[in-house]
């Protein structure tokens, strides 16, 4: 299992001396969306992050006009962009094939979405599918039982991540489940004393199981 650690409500400045401090311990820095909202690709672009060991994820959230962001984003050196389920067909569709043409890789958000609704969209073998227990919800999910009612619903979906306050215990709990491909860690992690010892314990929990 990987470990991406979303970093998010920062300066950019700030964002990018964690993830090249993450460099290495996480699997994938995400730059969340409120980092690209305030920034933009261009001054993402300007601030060559340069990761050399991790992957660099732009949570841009996508919902429309998907080619056009997607080729914009992938110009800043990102390997992961991601779009929202709840787009429309055509505009999957058209992210996933440009993630393809440029061998990077698209999540796909199911925040909200029904069980019918991810049926749909169930298709795009090399996508990760993002199970995303939204911060605005505030909800107490148990992760595991979320996965497993996930994997028995949808067994074709092969990558998955799961998001959503995460914190050590859980992390524990969806390593030792070993169903998903990525845990998503946030807040604790980048709000903690130290993001870096912080990140290594969670890596370190997610290795040993």
């Known amino acids: ?31 969340g969306t409120s980092i690209i909202k305030d920034y933009g690709f261009y001054e993402i672009q300007a601030a060559n992050v340069n990761l050399k060991h991790s992957l660099l994820l732009l949570d841009t959230k996508t919902n429309d006009e998907g080619q056009y962001e997607f ?14 389920g709840t787009a429309g067909q055509e505009t999957l569709a058209g992210v996933y094939q440009i993630a393809e ?3 990077k890789k698209v999540l796909i958000d199911l925040m909200g979405m029904s ?12 996508a990760i599918y993002n199970l995303h227990n939204s911060h605005d919800a505030g909800k107490n999910t148990d992760l595991t039982n979320l996965v497993s009612d996930f994997k028995k619903n949808f067994p074709a979906i092969k ?8 914190d050590l215990e859980q992390a524990k709990k969806l390593a030792v489940q070993n169903e998903v491909q990525e845990v998503i860690v946030g807040s604790k992690i980048v ?3 130290d993001p870096v010892n912080e990140a290594s314990k969670f890596k370190e929990i ?3 199981c």
């Open 159 to 166: 990558n998955i991540a799961v998001a959503g306050s995460i």
């Open 191 to 193: 709000h903690s004393n």
């Open 206 to 208: 997610i290795n040993l």
């Open 101 to 103: 043409q440029k061998n």
């Open 1 to 31: 299992m990987k470990l991406q650690v979303a970093i998010d409500r920062v300066s950019l400045a700030d964002a990018v001396q964690l993830a090249r401090k993450l460099d290495g311990i996480a699997d994938i820095v995400e730059f």
């Open 115 to 126: 069980n019918k609704a991810i049926l749909e969209i169930a298709k795009f073998p090399n």
């Open 71 to 84: 080729e914009q984003g992938f110009k800043t050196g990102a390997d992961i962009l991601t779009v929202m």
